[in-house]
């Protein structure tokens, strides 16, 4: 573990990117909507509905976090569906779940 800490900060553009990325989820409302979606692929109404704010709300949270690469969208008729664009994403937000969500013993 130590041994990749140190490999990251070896590499300015590894560092560059996981700042970018561990700003852009560190909205409570934008770790809401990753939690959300999961592994799933979900429509914005959706996530509308499972957050519980407005969707000009929500989708200004959306747009930033497809900006910064975090997720990924698709068209289909007048709907659009959003999933998270990135393993790695996936894989943080698992170890984050486990840390601060699991049972403190």
């Known amino acids: 573990m130590v041994t990749e800490v140190v490999e990251l900060l070896a590499r300015e553009e590894d560092i560059e990117r996981a700042a970018r990325?561990?700003?852009a989820i560190s909205?409570?409302?934008r770790l809401k909507i990753l939690c959300t979606l999961g592994e799933e692929e979900v429509s914005v109404q959706a996530i509308v509905e499972q957050v519980g704010t407005s969707q000009?709300?929500?989708s200004q949270h959306l747009a930033i976090l497809r900006d910064k690469g975090i997720l990924a969208s698709r068209k289909r008729a007048n709907r659009?569906?959003?999933r998270v664009g990135d393993a790695r994403t996936l894989r943080l937000l698992g170890m984050m779940h486990e840390v601060f969500c699991g049972k403190v013993v």
Do not use: C, R, T
């Open 21 to 23: 990325s561990l700003k």
């Open 27 to 29: 909205h409570p409302l």
């Open 56 to 58: 000009s709300n929500i």
């Open 80 to 82: 659009v569906y959003y």
